[in-house]
């Protein structure tokens, strides 16, 4: 399966908004672009924003090439590197009362200083569906100027980087090689929503006990209306103990759950080995696929 890492070059707005949300607003802008058939195949990870001194490497180069599934997180981990230890409220933490629907911005505090004139980065992957899609979908032309999140103060988009990633083609052999696994749910993953035609979809149930995680309920904007929808909250850590993690790594890659295709349900797998932040509540259990 072929995804595409997208770094967007933003210029205002603020760089510790929740991930999730540039993701929901740059899918929305790009699918009023496309057809109907085509709009409906767009896919948009939960991703990370970036200021340039967090980006790790000087902007315009090429983007780094990803040969294992670690290497798909590096903007994740530059990411925590940056805003580990800050009092502001940032990707992965909880909103604020009133911020929970996908189109609220939140506002920025005078002195802030997150400046219009400020440029930064969003990294995240797309899975278009098809060849002739990706390029009408991430043509520079086609994303320069965007603004997201349909607000003044919200980022305006000045360039895009692509690369290609066969996904199936990645360097799993860290997780193979383990014998216990942890997932981790990178955004909010919707298990229930009133928006139309979501009760005929089937949630896999590799989640053992759900009801153990911490859950919230927010908002969703589809097609212009929001719907109240339950989730399991950013962070939460489960044990999994079914017979295919490197299916559920690959998967939660773009996303898993409802409005999947909206930035939620991102999903990590590690070997328990491996450092990472949130709490673990739960047991994941076989029947990975959606």
């Known amino acids: 399966m072929i995804i595409h890492h997208v770094r967007l070059r933003l210029a205002g707005g603020d760089p510790t908004v929740p991930g999730r949300r540039i993701a929901h607003s740059f899918r929305d802008r790009l699918t009023a672009r ?15 924003c970036l200021t340039a001194d967090a980006e790790g490497h000087p902007d315009r180069l090429p983007l780094r090439p990803v040969h294992s599934y670690d290497e798909l997180f590096r903007y994740h981990r530059a990411h925590e590197a940056a805003t580990h ?26 002195g802030s200083g997150h400046a219009n ?3 930064w980065y969003y990294h ?34 000045t360039g895009i980087d692509t690369q290609a990633i066969d996904i199936d083609a990645l360097d799993y052999s860290q997780l193979a090689a383990a014998d216990t696994h942890v997932c981790t749910f990178t955004s909010p993953y919707v298990f229930d929503s009133a928006a139309p035609e979501t009760h005929e979809r089937t949630l896999s149930s590799w989640l053992r006990r759900p009801e153990t995680l911490d859950r919230r309920s927010m908002t969703v904007a589809v097609d212009g209306e929001r ?28 996303g898993m759950g409802l409005h999947a295709e909206y930035g939620f349900g991102g999903v990590r797998v590690w070997t328990t080995g491996e450092h990472r932040t949130g709490s673990h509540d739960s047991t994941a259990a076989d029947g990975d696929a959606q």
């Open 34 to 48: 496309l057809e109907d058939d085509h709009a409906q195949a767009l896919s948009v990870s939960p991703g990370v």
């Open 117 to 119: 004139a400020q440029e």
């Open 124 to 157: 995240t992957y797309v899975d278009t569906g098809c060849a002739a899609i990706q390029c009408q979908a991430l043509a520079d032309d086609t994303v320069t100027g965007l603004q997201l999140a349909g607000h003044d103060d919200g980022p305006r988009v």
């Open 85 to 110: 230890g800050q009092q502001c409220r940032v990707a992965g933490s909880p909103a604020a009362p009133g911020l929970d629907s996908e189109n609220d911005w939140p506002s920025r505090t005078p």
């Open 227 to 254: 719907y109240e929808c339950e989730a399991i909250a950013t962070g939460q850590h489960a044990t999994y103990d079914g017979t295919s993690p490197i299916a559920v790594a690959k998967m939660g890659i773009l």
